[in-house]
């Protein structure tokens, strides 16, 4: 079974200050992981996935997450947060003995506050 | 690319009214997700086809949904009849070979009154 907690269900950050977005997983087999976005009234869009090469992730518009297997956690981090960041974020984590099944957690809503 | 696109973007239907929402994947995708979001249980998969074979129902929620894959550009889920419970953002994603990425759509809001 795999599972995936994400630490905050709201974060607010100011304009121009890091952003970090905690997810913590469980899986029993070697996980693929990933951080989704989603924006008001929109799908969800691929942020960054890690698929065991390298632990230390980039993704688009700023976001990296590294995958620590010790603490079996996922963080999201950016250096400087933009206002177009202002959305909710979704960690998502597959495997598990399936090929498709993915298990998201229950997102983090993040507010830019100018 | 034109991405995964879905229809309707938002569906507003009575009680009993049958419902159906319309997915097209990525050209080169075989596979095709059908997913439901609500506040309460966040995002459930409901459906999963591979090369326009459904391979895993287990979570569609009871026999007034369906869905179908008739070929490899086109997939439908119908709810018939709907009920006010069923109001939810229904996505479609799709991906390319096992293992893959899954790409979302932009969803379709249905409004159930």
């Known amino acids: 079974a795999q599972s995936v907690t994400q630490l905050d269900s709201h974060v607010s950050v100011s304009e121009g200050t890091p952003v970090l977005l905690r997810c913590n997983y469980s899986s029993s087999y070697s996980p693929s992981l990933f951080w989704y976005v989603q924006h008001p009234n929109k799908g969800l869009q691929l942020l960054l996935k890690y698929t065991s090469a390298a632990t230390l992730v980039k993704g688009i518009n700023g976001f990296e997450a590294e995958f620590k297997k010790s603490e079996t956690s996922f963080h999201l981090t950016k250096p400087s947060a933009h206002m177009s960041d202002a959305a909710e974020y979704f960690c998502v984590v597959s495997g598990g003995g399936s090929n498709y099944k993915l298990t998201f957690g229950k997102g983090t809503l993040l507010t830019v506050n100018p | 690319d034109a991405g995964v696109i879905q229809s309707p973007r938002h569906e507003v239907t009575e009680m009993g009214q049958e419902v159906t929402l319309r997915c097209k994947p990525i050209s080169g995708h075989n596979s095709l997700f059908w997913y439901r979001q609500t506040m309460m249980r966040g995002l459930e998969l409901l459906i999963y086809f591979n090369n326009n074979v459904p391979i895993d129902d287990s979570g569609m929620p009871e026999d007034r949904f369906s869905a179908k894959m008739p070929n490899a550009s086109f997939s439908t889920l119908k709810i018939q009849p709907s009920e006010p419970r069923d109001s939810a953002v229904y996505f479609c994603?799709?991906?390319?070979?096992?293992?893959?990425?899954?790409?979302f759509g932009p969803g379709t809001r249905l409004l159930v009154l």
């Open positions: 994603a799709t991906r390319r070979g096992d293992g893959g990425t899954q790409y």
